[in-house]
C-alpha cells in the first residue's frame, strides 16, 4: 500500500462524519477512515493485537454515538483538536523532510497526543501500551499477503476427507500458524450447533519437531472478537490450573469475513484431545456418570456454578433469545406510517404480535443494533447490549441499503419501519410442519398416550405464557452452550471447556438445561428410533424421570443412557436456588428445546423429541412442579394463557 496522503483521509473522515450525522470532523472520523482504507498502516497495527478493523469501527461509533437529524450549521468544520491533530502531523512530516502529511504521520501525531475517543476505545479493547504502539506505526513495514511465508498443511489420519476446509477457511488458518512452515490438522471437533469450525491442529517447525497440539476456532469476525471479550471479562480469572485457555490475540485479516483462535490444549503422549460427544459411545453410561459428577462438576463447579447467587428475574430476559425473531420485517422507505399500523416498543405488548400478517406495516422504535449482515442486506435488533447472548425480542430488518444506511452493532435504532414478511409463530410451525407430524400443529394438545398421560401442551403454542412469569433462581458465571461437543477429555480424563463465545453471568441451571437438550439428541434419541412413536416412548422414559421414579422394562442400551439423565439431574439439583422447586429447570428445558426445534443439523429424530420435550415440560409445570405463589408476580394472570 503506498503512502495515503492526508488529504484523501479527510475525505473519507467527511464521509464517516456525514453518515454519522455529526456535521464536524473529529478525531474518532479521521482513525475511522484510516481503518477503513484496506491493506492501511493503521489497519494492519490493530490486526497485530488480533483486532478486525470493522470491529474498532464499530466499538468507536458506539463510543460516540448517531448525531440529531437536524443540522445546526453548515457544511462539516474541523474540530479544534483536530487542528492541532493537524500541526503535530505537519512537524513530523517536515522532521521527515516532506511538505506533505501522510497516514503514518498522522496515526504518530494521534499517539504523541493521546486524549481522543479512538485511543480511549482501543484501551478499553486491550491496547494499553501507547508507547509500544507508537514505536511500531513509526517502524512498521507493511508487506502484501502474497509476500507472507506459505505455510503447508496436511492431514492426520483422523480428519475426514469428506468435509475439506474451503479456500476462506485455509487462508485464516495459514495466517494464524505464520510463524511455522508446517502444519497439521488432526481432526475436526464435532463443535455445536452454529457455523463455527473447530480443528485440532499440530504445529511443526522447520526442523520437523512438533509444538504443543492447540484447538482452533474459525468463524465470523464479530463472534470471534467477542469471544475473546468475554474471556477476558468472564472466563480467564476463573479457570481451573489445567484447563484449556485462549493465550495468543485473534487472528482477523482485514481481507478475510473469518478470524480465528486458539485455545491451549494439555495432552498426553502425542495425543490430541477429544470432545465429549466423540466418545459418548465408547465409554459405559456408569463411567460417564461418575465422570460428569466427580470431575466434570468439580472441576468448574468451585469457581462457576456453585458461585449462584440469588436471582429472581422475568423469564423473557433470559430465554426469549433462544428463540426465532419475533418478526422479520421488509424495510420501507420514505413511506408515512398508516394511523392503523402497529408500533413496537418496549415493553413489547407480544398479544398484539400475534395478530400480525405477512404485509402489514410495523414501526421499531429504540431497539439496539445486534448484528450486521451486510452480506445479505440486513440488520438484527433486539432488546441488550447487541450480541447474542441474553438479548431478548430480536427483530430482523431486510432490504438494507449499506451504501446509503449506515448502522453499527450497539447502535439504538430510534425509528425503523418495514412490513411483516414472517413471524415467530410462523417459523416455529413450519418448523414442526417439516417434521411430517402425525397430529394437527395447529391444537392446542399433541398426543403421547404414555403411562396415563394422554396428551401434553403444544409448545410452540402455549410458551408465551412462560416468558412474563417470573423466577426465584440464581445467577453465576455460565458457559452458555454447554454441550458434549464444548466439552474436552485431556490426561487423565481431565475436563476442559472450549469455545466461550456465549460465556456470561447468567441463569445458573441453564447449562444443565442445555447439556440435558444436547445429550437428549446426542445419546438417546440414536438408539430410540426415528418415528413420532418412537419420540413419545423417550417422553414416557422422561415423566417417569421428572417423577423420581426409575423406568423399568426399559431395553440396552436406552435403559443404560436414560441413568445419566439421572446423574445429571443430581446436579441439577445442587445448583437449583430450592432443591425441591424443579420448576426453574422446566422453564429452562422449554425454551432450550424450543431452541433446537429450529436446528437443521439436529436429527430429524430428535427434533420431533424436542416438540414432546417442550410439551412435556410445560405440562410438569401446569402439574407436578407448578410455582409457588411466590414465586410468580400474579401467578393466575401469568399462567392462564399456558
Same mark, same amino acid.
Given at each position: 500500500m503506498?503512502?495515503?496522503?492526508?488529504?484523501d483521509?479527510?475525505?473519507?473522515a467527511?464521509?464517516?462524519a456525514f453518515?454519522?450525522?455529526?456535521?464536524?470532523?473529529?478525531?474518532e472520523?479521521?482513525f475511522?477512515?484510516?481503518l477503513?482504507i484496506r491493506g492501511?498502516?493503521t489497519?494492519?497495527l490493530?490486526?497485530?493485537?488480533?483486532?478486525a478493523?470493522?470491529?474498532?469501527?464499530d466499538a468507536?461509533?458506539r463510543?460516540?454515538?448517531?448525531g440529531?437529524?437536524?443540522?445546526?450549521?453548515a457544511?462539516?468544520?474541523n474540530?479544534p483538536r483536530?487542528?492541532?491533530l493537524?500541526?503535530?502531523?505537519?512537524?513530523i512530516?517536515?522532521?521527515?523532510?516532506r511538505?506533505?502529511?501522510y497516514e503514518r504521520?498522522?496515526?504518530?501525531?494521534?499517539l504523541d497526543?493521546?486524549?481522543?475517543?479512538?485511543?480511549?476505545?482501543?484501551?478499553?479493547?486491550?491496547?494499553?501500551?501507547?508507547?509500544?504502539?507508537?514505536?511500531?506505526?513509526q517502524?512498521?513495514?507493511?508487506n502484501?499477503?502474497?509476500?507472507?511465508?506459505?505455510?503447508?498443511?496436511?492431514?492426520?489420519?483422523?480428519?475426514?476427507?469428506?468435509?475439506?476446509?474451503n479456500?476462506d477457511?485455509?487462508?485464516?488458518?495459514r495466517?494464524?500458524?505464520?510463524?511455522?512452515?508446517?502444519i497439521?490438522?488432526?481432526?475436526?471437533?464435532?463443535?455445536?450447533y452454529?457455523?463455527?469450525t473447530?480443528?485440532v491442529?499440530?504445529?511443526?517447525?522447520?526442523?520437523?519437531?512438533?509444538?504443543?497440539?492447540v484447538a482452533?476456532?474459525?468463524?465470523?469476525?464479530?463472534?470471534?472478537?467477542?469471544?475473546?471479550?468475554?474471556y477476558?471479562?468472564h472466563?480467564?480469572?476463573?479457570?481451573?490450573?489445567?484447563t484449556?485457555?485462549?493465550?495468543?490475540?485473534?487472528?482477523?485479516?482485514?481481507?478475510?469475513?473469518?478470524a480465528?483462535?486458539k485455545?491451549?490444549?494439555?495432552?498426553?503422549d502425542n495425543?490430541?484431545p477429544?470432545?465429549?460427544r466423540?466418545?459418548l459411545?465408547?465409554w459405559?453410561?456408569?463411567?460417564?456418570?461418575?465422570?460428569?459428577?466427580?470431575?466434570?462438576?468439580?472441576t468448574?463447579?468451585r469457581?462457576?456454578?456453585s458461585?449462584?447467587?440469588e436471582?429472581?428475574?422475568?423469564v423473557?430476559?433470559?430465554?426469549?433469545?433462544?428463540?426465532p425473531p419475533?418478526?422479520?420485517?421488509?424495510?420501507?422507505?420514505?413511506?408515512?406510517?398508516?394511523?392503523?399500523?402497529y408500533v413496537?416498543?418496549?415493553?413489547?405488548?407480544?398479544?398484539?404480535?400475534?395478530?400480525?400478517?405477512?404485509?402489514?406495516m410495523?414501526?421499531?422504535e429504540n431497539?439496539v443494533?445486534?448484528k450486521?449482515?451486510?452480506?445479505?442486506?440486513?440488520i438484527q435488533?433486539?432488546?441488550g447490549q447487541g450480541t447474542?447472548? /441474553?438479548?431478548?425480542y430480536k427483530i430482523e430488518?431486510?432490504g438494507i441499503?449499506?451504501?446509503t444506511?449506515t448502522?453499527?452493532?450497539?447502535?439504538?435504532?430510534?425509528?425503523?419501519?418495514g412490513?411483516?414478511?414472517q413471524?415467530?409463530?410462523?417459523q416455529?410451525?413450519n418448523?414442526?410442519? /417439516?417434521?411430517i407430524p402425525?397430529?394437527?400443529?395447529?391444537?392446542?394438545k399433541?398426543?403421547?398416550?404414555?403411562?396415563?398421560?394422554?396428551?401434553v401442551p403444544?409448545?410452540?403454542?402455549?410458551?408465551?405464557g412462560?416468558?412474563?412469569?417470573?423466577?426465584?433462581?440464581?445467577?453465576?458465571?455460565?458457559?452458555?452452550?454447554?454441550?458434549?461437543?464444548n466439552?474436552?477429555?485431556?490426561?487423565?480424563?481431565? /475436563?476442559?471447556l472450549?469455545d466461550?463465545?456465549?460465556t456470561?453471568?447468567?441463569?445458573?441451571i441453564?447449562d444443565?438445561?442445555?447439556?440435558?437438550?444436547?445429550?437428549?439428541n446426542?445419546?438417546?434419541m440414536p438408539?430410540?428410533g426415528?418415528?413420532?412413536?418412537d419420540?413419545?416412548?423417550v417422553?414416557?422414559?422422561?415423566?417417569?424421570?421428572n417423577?423420581?421414579e426409575?423406568p423399568?422394562d426399559?431395553?440396552?442400551?436406552?435403559?443404560?443412557?436414560?441413568?445419566?439423565?439421572r446423574s445429571?439431574r443430581?446436579?441439577?439439583?445442587k445448583?437449583?436456588a430450592?432443591?425441591?422447586?424443579?420448576?426453574?429447570?422446566?422453564?429452562a428445558?422449554t425454551?432450550c428445546s424450543?431452541?433446537?426445534?429450529?436446528?437443521?443439523t439436529v436429527s430429524?429424530?430428535g427434533?420431533?423429541?424436542m416438540?414432546l420435550?417442550?410439551?412435556?415440560?410445560?405440562?410438569?409445570l401446569?402439574?407436578?412442579f407448578?410455582?409457588?405463589?411466590?414465586?410468580t408476580?400474579?401467578?393466575e394472570?401469568?399462567?392462564r394463557?399456558?
Open positions: 503506498p503512502n495515503i496522503p492526508y488529504r483521509i479527510l475525505i473519507g467527511r464521509q464517516e453518515r454519522m450525522r455529526h456535521f464536524f470532523v473529529g478525531v472520523h479521521l475511522i477512515a484510516l477503513e492501511s498502516l489497519a494492519k490493530m490486526q497485530e493485537y488480533g483486532l478493523p470493522e470491529y474498532v469501527i468507536i461509533r463510543k460516540m454515538g448517531k440529531s437529524k437536524q443540522r445546526l450549521w457544511g462539516i468544520p474540530t483536530v487542528k492541532v493537524e500541526n503535530i502531523a505537519y512537524d512530516a517536515l522532521e521527515a523532510g511538505d506533505e502529511v504521520d498522522l496515526l504518530v501525531a494521534m497526543e493521546r486524549d481522543s475517543v479512538p485511543l480511549r476505545v482501543i484501551y478499553a479493547l486491550g491496547i494499553t501500551d501507547f508507547d509500544v504502539l507508537r514505536n511500531m506505526a517502524n512498521y513495514t507493511i502484501s499477503e502474497t509476500q507472507q511465508t506459505y505455510v503447508k498443511v496436511d492431514f492426520g489420519t483422523g480428519f475426514n476427507r469428506d468435509e475439506m476446509l479456500k477457511q485455509l487462508f485464516v488458518l495466517r494464524m500458524f505464520a510463524d511455522y512452515p508446517q497439521r490438522v488432526e481432526h475436526r471437533l464435532t463443535g455445536g452454529s457455523q463455527a473447530l480443528l491442529v499440530t504445529p511443526i517447525r522447520p526442523d520437523q519437531q512438533e509444538d504443543a497440539t482452533v476456532k474459525i468463524h465470523q469476525v464479530d463472534s470471534i472478537l467477542d469471544e475473546a471479550q468475554r477476558e471479562s472466563v480467564k480469572a476463573k479457570l481451573p490450573p489445567m484449556a485457555r485462549i493465550e495468543d490475540k485473534p487472528t482477523a485479516p482485514d481481507s478475510s469475513d473469518l480465528g483462535i485455545y491451549t490444549l494439555i495432552t498426553q495425543q490430541p477429544r470432545d465429549l466423540a466418545i459411545n465408547e459405559e453410561a456408569g463411567k460417564l456418570s461418575q465422570w460428569l459428577k466427580e470431575t466434570f462438576f468439580p468448574f463447579g469457581m462457576w456454578w458461585q449462584n447467587r436471582f429472581r428475574f422475568q423473557w430476559r433470559e430465554y426469549d433469545w433462544l428463540l419475533i418478526l422479520t420485517l421488509e424495510l420501507v422507505k420514505d413511506k408515512p406510517l398508516p394511523p392503523n399500523a413496537l416498543r418496549m415493553p413489547v405488548k407480544r398479544a398484539k404480535l400475534n395478530r400480525l400478517d405477512f404485509g402489514d410495523v414501526a421499531v431497539f443494533v445486534q450486521v449482515y451486510a452480506e445479505r442486506h440486513a435488533l433486539a432488546v447474542d447472548s /441474553a438479548s431478548a430488518i431486510r441499503d449499506f451504501n444506511d448502522y453499527y452493532r450497539g447502535e439504538v435504532v430510534e425509528n425503523i419501519i412490513t411483516v414478511w413471524t415467530r409463530g410462523q416455529l410451525m418448523a414442526v410442519r /417439516a417434521l402425525d397430529f394437527d400443529a395447529h391444537n392446542e399433541i398426543p403421547v398416550n404414555v403411562d396415563g398421560l394422554e396428551k403444544n409448545p410452540i403454542l402455549m410458551y408465551e412462560l416468558l412474563d412469569s417470573f423466577v426465584n433462581g440464581t445467577s453465576a458465571t455460565i458457559h452458555g452452550d454447554l454441550h458434549p461437543g466439552i474436552m477429555i485431556g490426561p487423565k480424563e481431565s /475436563a476442559f472450549i466461550f463465545a456465549h456470561r453471568e447468567g441463569h445458573t441453564f444443565w438445561a442445555t447439556l440435558e437438550i444436547s445429550l437428549l446426542d445419546y438417546i438408539y430410540a426415528e418415528s413420532w412413536n419420540a413419545r416412548r417422553i414416557g422414559y422422561l415423566q417417569k424421570l417423577g423420581g426409575i423399568a426399559i431395553p440396552e442400551p436406552l435403559n443404560s443412557h436414560i441413568a445419566v439423565l445429571l443430581d446436579i441439577v439439583r445448583c437449583l430450592n432443591e425441591n422447586q424443579w420448576s426453574e429447570y422446566y422453564i428445558l425454551f424450543l431452541r433446537a426445534l429450529t436446528w437443521e430429524l429424530a427434533r420431533r423429541l416438540v420435550v417442550g410439551g412435556l415440560s410445560i405440562h410438569e401446569r402439574t407436578r407448578r410455582p409457588s405463589d411466590d414465586n408476580e400474579d401467578t394472570d401469568t399462567y394463557s399456558f
